[in-house]
């Protein structure tokens, strides 16, 4: 079983504040998504990283897909309220090639 | 909004009694997926589509069946829910197998 780990579990911070919140693993990842949750919702896609050291940005975020596909990480810049939520990172391919495995999630509050 | 609509939204039942989940899309996709959802444990894989008829297990499949007799909708049941089954089910879409999936909005199960 492959495992993906998140940390923090738990973030709480100020607003505009930066944070950066981490996916690793000991497994190569052919594609690794993030996605974000809030209550009451289904995970709603943010990103998809594919190649190895890739960045990608989404106004204030940064993905980043690390150089041997294994981890990756999730840069809010100047947080807001709006961010608040569950980041879940997710990794697609290894040895179970077609399923998507699933961090256990960061859950991040952004107090105003 | 993905086209997912997820039925019912809450539910309470009592051990040992069989529980149904629908999951409905409209998008026409071909892989379609039932997480479960637990503190600490992020999204755990109960079993999945490919086709109508096509269906296999996943990481949490004990206690569960599923089945998908049309392209737009995919059952979980549980034939004798436990309190264990407590827990929140999505369901969720995708175009290829380990890809971007798309997200139904949940159901609360609570077995008492």
């Known amino acids: 079983t492959q495992l993906l780990e998140q940390s923090p579990q738990f973030l709480s911070i100020q607003e505009g504040e930066n944070l950066t919140v981490y996916c690793n693993s000991s497994s190569v990842f052919s594609s690794l998504q993030w996605y974000r949750q809030e209550p009451g919702e289904g995970p709603v896609l943010l990103v998809t990283?594919?190649?190895?050291?890739e960045v990608k940005k989404l106004k204030r975020l940064t993905f980043q897909f690390g150089d041997a596909r294994k981890d990756s990480s999730l840069h809010i810049t100047a947080a807001q309220p709006g961010d608040t939520g569950l980041y879940l990172c997710?990794?697609?391919?290894?040895?179970?090639?077609?399923?998507?495995?699933f961090g256990s999630g960061t859950q991040l509050t952004v107090l105003p | 909004d993905a086209g997912i609509t997820q039925s019912p939204r809450h539910k309470v039942t009592e051990t040992g009694t069989p529980v149904t989940l629908r999951c409905h899309q409209t998008e026409n996709h071909r892989y379609m997926y039932w997480y479960r959802q637990d503190p600490g444990h992020g999204l755990r894989l109960i079993h999945y589509s490919y086709g109508v008829k096509d269906t296999d297990k996943g990481e949490v499949s004990d206690g569960y069946s599923v089945s998908r007799s049309k392209t737009e909708d995919f059952l979980l049941t549980l034939e004798s829910a436990t309190s264990s089954q407590t827990s929140v089910y999505f369901c969720?879409?995708?175009?290829?197998?380990?890809?971007?999936?798309?997200f139904g909005q949940g159901t609360r199960l609570t077995v008492v």
């Open positions: 990283v594919v190649t190895g050291g």
């Open positions: 969720a879409i995708s175009t290829q197998q380990g890809y971007e999936a798309f």
């Open positions: 997710a990794g697609q391919g290894g040895s179970s090639a077609r399923q998507l495995t």
